[in-house]
T-cell receptor, first 114, second 114 residues
Framework: AQSVTQLGSHVSVSEGALVLLRCNYSSSVPPYLFWYVQYPNQGLQLLLKYTSAATLVKGINGFEAEFKKSETSFHLTKPSAHMSDAAEYFC????????????FGTGTRLKVLA | NAGVTQTPKFRILKIGQSMTLQCTQD?????MYWYRQDPGMGLKLIYY???????DKGEVPNGYNVSRSTTEDFPLRLELAAPSQTSVYFC?????????????FGSGTRLTVV
């Protein structure tokens, strides 16, 4: 089975600084990869997804992620953090190529400092 | 467009009581899922359904049951509630079984068992 690891359960950045949230996956075949964002007391919202097209994927709210097969990584970035980016972020991978069950990481809580 | 609707939003149960968490979606999605979210643990799949009348166990099904009599509804039943079932429960649906569309999540049910 595939798995996903998010490095850092908590990340703090200053407003205006680069946001980098790390996600590594294990897979013997190219997977589908996703980033979700969860604001306090809300459900998860799809931020962006990689489905074997372009390796650099752009999402909502200025976020993007790059699929790097050689590093088995799918890190999430944003050039300039905003206070409204404070939330928990989850990386997810499809259980098997072409299936509909996802494996979620344990999440990274992003704090943005004024 | 309501998306995925979960009720109730909050509930406190006593040990041994039973309850049903309701989930309904209006997007005509065949695939539906129940996850539980515990701090630092990410999301764990409880049950899922690939269409009306078809359900299957996920990673953590013990203590739960589901049914899927219609495309729209996917209720989760807790029998004999235990403190270990204190969690936030999310229902989700997916447009496709190909694994590349992502999920639409409900806003969650926060359950406390005392």
């Amino acid at each position: 089975a595939q798995s996903v690891t998010q490095l850092g359960s908590h990340v703090s950045v200053s407003e205006g600084a680069l946001v980098l949230l790390r996600c590594n996956y294990s897979s013997s075949v190219p997977p589908y990869l996703f980033w979700y964002v969860q604001y306090p007391n809300q459900g998860l919202q799809l931020l962006l997804k990689y489905t074997s097209a372009a390796t650099l994927v752009k999402g909502i709210n200025g976020f993007e992620a790059e699929f790097k097969k050689s590093e088995t990584s799918f890190h999430l970035t944003k050039p300039s953090a905003h206070m409204s980016d404070a939330a928990e972020y989850f990386c997810a991978v499809s259980d098997q190529p072409g299936t509909y069950k996802y494996i979620f990481g344990t999440g990274t809580r992003l704090k943005v400092l004024a | 467009n309501a998306g995925v609707t979960q009720t109730p939003k909050f509930r406190i149960l006593k040990i041994g009581q039973s309850m049903t968490l309701q989930c309904t979606q209006d997007m005509n999605h065949n695939y539906m899922y129940w996850y539980r979210q515990d701090p630092g643990m990410g999301l764990k799949l409880i049950y899922y359904s690939v269409g009306a009348g078809i359900t299957d166990k996920g990673e953590v099904p013990n203590g739960y049951n589901v049914s899927r009599s219609t495309t729209e509804d996917f209720p989760l039943r807790l029998e004999l509630a235990a403190p270990s079932q204190t969690s936030v429960y999310f229902c989700a649906s997916s447009r496709s079984g190909q694994g590349n569309y992502g999920y639409t999540f409900g806003s969650g049910t926060r359950l406390t068992v005392v």
